[in-house]
């Protein structure tokens, strides 16, 4: 009986993998075609001349490495990066926690973070222009990126910190209070240890959102804007209105490499955190 149970299960699982294969199929096909595909082109071209033909080895990458451009870009976004992310984690955290805080004007509170998200783009770089453009030719036009950044994904990233705060049992905090604890410790030893698998999503996706911020400055200050918020994605720009093929794909295989390797760092932390 058991065995023929155990058959009988066996098959209904098969059934429902080639069902999920097969409603999947579609969008797989279209990573494969539209992603993919593209990205192993690129890799490739990495190692050929501008017609793609010829084998040039390496010589694009000490290009890229040597180019004073590039040094450039890859400094800022560093710099942003690093800036950054901390930030964003750290305030949409606070935001998150404000608003559970004032339950009777949560949600009014929560929608007005959630506004930037709706503007559109066109909107905010006209509203840019007019407040800070006089401040786009000079070394705070970095600080002006970094808080177009900061407004534009706080109110996402405090969506996320709710429903892992949403997630964190009422029983844990009932017990805390029994044993004496105050508010600090709570927050201490309950909710940030339950909401690490949270900072860990929030953490990559920010890591993510901030090569998101190019559209924003390329269209207050255009293609080659002050040297402290010249980017990464201003330099691809330019390299391929340039049809400088080459180079722009060994610099793309690069940035891609070290985000996946920063993003596969990050994962093990956080694993290790949880374990």
Same mark, same amino acid.
């Given at each position: 009986?058991?065995?023929?149970?155990?058959?009988?299960?066996?098959?209904?699982?098969?059934?429902?993998?080639?069902?999920?294969?097969?409603?999947?199929?579609?969008?797989?096909?279209?990573?494969?075609?539209?992603?993919?595909?593209?990205?192993?082109?690129?890799?490739?071209?990495?190692?050929?001349?501008?017609?793609?033909?010829?084998?040039?080895?390496?010589?694009?990458?000490?290009?890229?490495?040597?180019?004073?451009?590039?040094?450039?870009?890859?400094?800022? !976004?560093?710099?942003? /990066?690093? +800036?950054?992310?901390? #930030?964003?984690?750290?305030?949409?955290?606070?935001? @998150?926690? =404000? $608003?559970?805080?004032?339950?009777?004007?949560?949600?009014?509170?929560?929608?007005?973070?959630?506004?930037?998200?709706?503007?559109?783009?066109?909107?905010?770089?006209?509203?840019?222009?007019?407040?800070?453009?006089?401040?786009?030719?000079?070394?705070?036009?970095?600080?002006?990126?970094?808080?177009?950044?900061?407004?534009?994904?706080?109110?996402?990233?405090?969506?996320?910190?709710?429903?892992?705060?949403?997630?964190?049992?009422?029983?844990?905090?009932?017990?805390?209070?029994?044993?004496?604890?105050?508010?600090?410790?709570?927050?201490?030893?309950?909710?940030?240890?339950?909401?690490?698998? !949270?900072?860990?999503? /929030?953490? +990559?996706?920010?890591? #993510?959102?901030?090569?998101?911020?190019?559209?924003? @400055?390329? =269209? $207050?200050?255009?293609?080659?804007?002050?040297?402290?918020?010249?980017?990464?994605?201003?330099?691809?720009?330019?390299?391929?209105?340039?049809?400088?093929?080459?180079?722009?794909?060994?610099?793309?295989?690069?940035?891609?490499?070290?985000?996946?390797?920063?993003?596969?760092?990050?994962?093990?932390?956080?694993?290790?955190?949880?374990?």
């Amino acid at each position: 009986m058991n065995k023929t149970f155990g058959t009988i299960w066996q098959s209904v699982r098969k059934s429902e993998g080639i069902t999920a294969l097969v409603f999947l199929a579609p969008s797989l096909t279209g990573i494969f075609i539209f992603f993919l595909l593209p990205f192993i082109d690129t890799v490739r071209r990495s190692f050929y001349d501008v017609r793609g033909v010829n084998f040039i080895g390496l010589e694009s990458y000490i290009s890229v490495v040597n180019n004073a451009a590039f040094r450039l870009a890859a400094t800022n !976004t560093s710099r942003f /990066v690093l +800036i950054c992310i901390p #930030l964003l984690v750290v305030i949409s955290l606070g935001t @998150a926690l =404000l $608003v559970r805080s004032i339950k009777p004007y949560g949600r009014v509170f929560k929608t007005s973070f959630l506004l930037p998200m709706a503007v559109p783009v066109a909107s905010i770089v006209l509203l840019w222009q007019v407040v800070f453009g006089h401040l786009m030719d000079s070394a705070s036009a970095f600080w002006v990126l970094v808080f177009t950044y900061l407004w534009k994904n706080t109110g996402y990233n405090m969506i996320l910190w709710l429903a892992g705060l949403d997630s964190i049992s009422d029983t844990l905090y009932e017990a805390a209070n029994v044993d004496g604890a105050n508010k600090l410790q709570s927050f201490r030893y309950i909710t940030l240890p339950c909401l690490l698998p !949270t900072f860990g999503i /929030v953490s +990559i996706l920010s890591l #993510l959102y901030s090569f998101r911020v190019f559209r924003d @400055a390329y =269209l $207050v200050a255009g293609a080659y804007p002050h040297d402290s918020m010249y980017l990464l994605q201003h330099l691809f720009n330019n390299w391929f209105q340039n049809l400088d093929i080459s180079r722009l794909s060994a610099a793309a295989t690069m940035m891609a490499a070290v985000l996946l390797i920063a993003i596969l760092l990050m994962r093990r932390v956080f694993d290790n955190e949880k374990d």
